[in-house]
């Protein structure tokens, strides 16, 4: 989800927040991220309630050619040397209950796309996040020495009305036939998402292999005054999903095995940051990226996460998969596990 630390006390929490104290005045949320040698903290953290791992991603800016890609920034141009703790503190009436200690990890393994260092270190520790708690981050870094600091209150608990996870429940989508998927409104929540995973399994000379697709819907705001949320999934749009990620194979012949719903809340400060970072219709139209980290940039807030696993599609929907208009040429056998090649022109 994104992106030494020396373990040597620098003093006890109080001298956090008494070095941030004293920094307040000039500190600033608003910065030129271009300017020389101006090492800003980039900093990304999303608490979520459903783990007992929780991460924080640090960087600093750098200056950026047209031949950076080509060229990637040497690693210590994008983090910052010497000492660095990050600590986190869960408040409740104002009083600290819990402190939480980051340590660094480099074997998270990276996500696609393009990275500018092969330096890519992560901090972790293990923490519950408790539900609606007031939750703050302190970044010291002592070859600056400076304090960036963040504060978010985590989500309500997301409960999921549709689907439910029921044995051998079984869903349809497919032409002619959308899904509803159905939430309870959490607390403070800012935006929604619904992330469809499909899984299927590929069999060629005799091996079989699992493999999945993951599908995100597009985000959903909080409505006014309703019981619960929804999204629609279009049945016609998953055919045409699994038509646009699956090439046509003749050596391959493919199983649907299920479908999992990952139905996820953000906090209102995650809701800030996309809207901020989304294109902009106007070509000239240019807007600032919202940030709530004091002394630096990024974003610090909360997630509350549910997942329906295991479900079945139904018997209709495999065969739509197997001999629809959109996917009859990608190998997928029917529900009865066989495929009949009269029904290859059938119009589903």
């Known amino acids: 989800m994104v992106e030494v630390f020396n373990v040597r006390?620098?003093?006890?929490?109080?001298?956090?927040?008494?070095?941030?104290?004293a920094g307040l005045q000039s500190c600033s949320t608003e910065f030129d991220v271009t300017a020389d040698n101006l090492d800003v903290p980039i900093v990304y953290c999303l608490l979520n309630t459903s783990d007992s791992v929780q991460y924080v991603r640090l960087q600093k800016t750098y200056l950026i050619e047209e031949a950076a890609l080509e060229y990637?920034?040497?690693?210590?141009?994008?983090?910052?040397?010497?000492?660095?703790?990050?600590?986190?503190?869960?408040?409740?009436?104002?009083?600290?209950?819990?402190?939480?200690?980051?340590?660094?990890?480099?074997?998270?393994?990276?996500?696609?796309g393009f990275f500018p260092t092969e330096k890519h270190i992560v901090y972790k520790t293990n923490a519950k996040v408790e539900a609606n708690s007031i939750y703050r981050l302190y970044i010291y870094l002592g070859s600056k020495e400076?304090?960036?600091?963040?504060?978010?209150?985590?989500?309500?608990?997301?409960?999921?009305?549709?689907?439910?996870?029921?044995?051998?429940?079984?869903?349809?989508?497919?032409?002619?036939?959308n899904y509803t998927c159905r939430w309870l409104p959490v607390e403070d929540a800012g935006l929604y998402q619904v992330v469809i995973r499909f899984h299927y399994s590929e069999t060629r000379d005799g091996i079989t292999t699992s493999h999945y697709i993951d599908w995100p819907q597009g985000f959903s705001t909080p409505?006014?005054?309703?019981?619960?949320?929804?999204?629609?999934?279009?049945g016609i749009r998953f055919m045409n999903v699994l038509k646009e990620n699956l090439a046509v194979d003749p050596g391959v012949t493919r199983t649907v095995d299920g479908i999992?719903?990952?139905?996820?809340?953000?906090?209102?400060?995650?809701?800030?940051?996309?809207?901020?970072?989304s294109p902009t219709e106007g070509a000239l139209m240019e807007k600032p990226v919202y940030t709530n980290v004091t002394n630096g940039m990024g974003i610090f807030s909360t997630i509350s996460q549910v997942d329906v696993t295991g479900l079945f599609?139904?018997?209709?929907?495999?065969?739509?998969i197997a001999y629809s208009?959109?996917?009859?040429?990608?190998?997928?056998?029917?529900?009865?596990?066989?495929?009949?090649?009269t029904n290859e022109l059938a119009d589903f």
């Not at 504060?151 to 029921?166: A, C, Y």
């Open 313 to 320: 599609l139904s018997a209709v929907t495999v065969d739509s």
């Open 260 to 277: 999992d719903f990952h139905v996820l809340s953000g906090a209102i400060e995650l809701k800030y940051y996309i809207e901020s970072t």
């Open 223 to 234: 409505g006014s005054s309703r019981d619960y949320l929804s999204k629609d999934i279009s």
């Open 146 to 177: 400076k304090v960036v600091y963040a504060q978010t209150t985590s989500l309500g608990k997301l409960t999921v009305v549709d689907p439910m996870q029921l044995p051998l429940r079984k869903i349809s989508l497919y032409e002619g036939n």
């Open 325 to 341: 208009r959109f996917t009859r040429n990608l190998g997928f056998l029917d529900h009865t596990g066989d495929r009949d090649s």
């Open 9 to 21: 006390k620098l003093g006890c929490i109080g001298l956090l927040v008494v070095l941030l104290f």
């Open 72 to 112: 990637p920034p040497e690693p210590d141009s994008m983090v910052f040397p010497g000492e660095i703790q990050i600590t986190m503190e869960r408040l409740q009436n104002g009083i600290v209950m819990e402190t939480y200690r980051f340590q660094p990890d480099s074997n998270i393994p990276k996500d696609s």
